[in-house]
């Protein structure tokens, strides 16, 4: 479970990070990204929730919350108000917790293999994909430290 582990690590950061800055930063789009602060925190709520459950085919038909807007591929299409930032830092950790108590409970016990389409990993196992999130988390996680220095030259 140090894959977990990582990932709360590099989760608790982001919200210190989000914890830090005024609704304005988190909206703002550094001139040459697609994205903001905000819209990097609800991806990565939104992205281990649809690498673990949807894409190993666990639960294809799972509805993960706020999935169409942070999903791979999107970008912000409004200011997103402070009430969803505090969901989704709230999410952030929680839907962690989640998934351990069903990796406990045996719930990945049989995954279908994926390519990820941003490392292009493939990943055979729930193990794979919780080493992928952890990565994928820290990815982010730095893109949102390049942002910061962007916004506050």
Known sequence: MQ???YARVVRKKMVAVVDSLSLEQLNQIPVGCNNNIAWHLG????????????????DAAR???FAEQYRNGTKPEARIEQSEIDELKSSLLKSIDAIEQDYQQGVFGKT????????GLMLHNIDDVLEC??????LHLGNVMMMIKMLTK
């Open 3 to 5: 894959s977990l582990n």
């Open 43 to 58: 991806h990565l709520v939104v992205s281990s929730q649809l690498l673990c459950y949807v894409r190993t085919g666990v």
């Open 63 to 65: 509805l993960v919350p």
């Open 112 to 119: 279908e293999a994926y390519t990820t389409h941003t490392f």
């Open 133 to 138: 999130c952890a990565l994928h988390d820290t």
